[in-house]
């Protein structure tokens, strides 16, 4: 598989060699949404949560007398019925929302989105990217020259000047390999990756 060089104007000007098992890989939709999926459910905190009726606070007092009313018997204002009352089954933070992935599969999943996204022209290699000074416009300006939006970068080797300088923008996103995840790498219009980033890419996904 052969991906485009781009120059800093965003202009193809070579084709850069990279392996068939990461970058050329039949699409497999079943598989890219378990792996999406499961990376979801794996970030999902959980810890949000509910009362049942023994836990509010409320009275145990009868609310009103029995018979005579007119009002359907009640015992207490706690009650699942009532509003204001416990739940009958409460969510809970100790739930697990996790998913199983065995890593063959993640592996096989990530080659997936990288090859559809080799064949899409949403992918794209660089010879390196910096800044020379952690200055938010001086990158914004380097990603409108190249006619860039929203785009991920996948760099070998974060240094600090390009990691101040990403983080205010709000539809860039640089990381490392070993830190690229499956719904990043569906999210942005474009993937921009360093030559020495599709080595490391190779090792762990070929």
């Known amino acids: 598989m052969q991906l485009e060089l781009l120059n800093e104007q965003g202009q193809a000007t070579a084709k850069v060699d990279a392996p068939d098992a990461v970058f050329a890989r039949d699409y497999n939709e079943a598989l890219v949404h378990q792996v999406v999926v499961a990376f979801q459910a794996n970030a999902r905190q959980g810890t949000r ?25 009640a015992g207490m204002t706690s009650s699942p019925l009532w509003r204001g009352g416990g739940r009958i089954f409460p969510n809970k933070p100790d739930e697990n929302f996790s998913h199983k992935l065995n890593k063959k599969m993640y592996r096989a999943g990530m080659a997936t989105i990288l090859s559809q996204l080799a064949r899409d022209g949403r992918l794209a290699v660089v010879d390196s990217l910096s800044v020379d000074a ?12 190249m006619g860039l939006q929203s785009v991920l970068v996948i760099t070998d080797a974060l240094d600090e000047n390009l990691a101040l300088a990403a983080r205010n923008l709000p539809n860039v996103l640089v990381v490392e390999p070993r830190y690229a995840d499956p719904l990043s790498l569906i999210h942005f219009k474009k993937v921009l990756v360093t030559k020495a980033a599709v080595e490391q890419l190779k090792e762990m996904f070929a």
């Open 49 to 73: 949560a509910q009362l049942t009726r023994a836990e509010v606070r409320h009275s145990t007092k009868k609310p009103f007398r029995q018979k005579g009313t007119g009002n359907a018997r």
């Open 134 to 145: 952690p200055k938010t416009k001086l990158l914004a300006a380097k990603f409108k020259a």
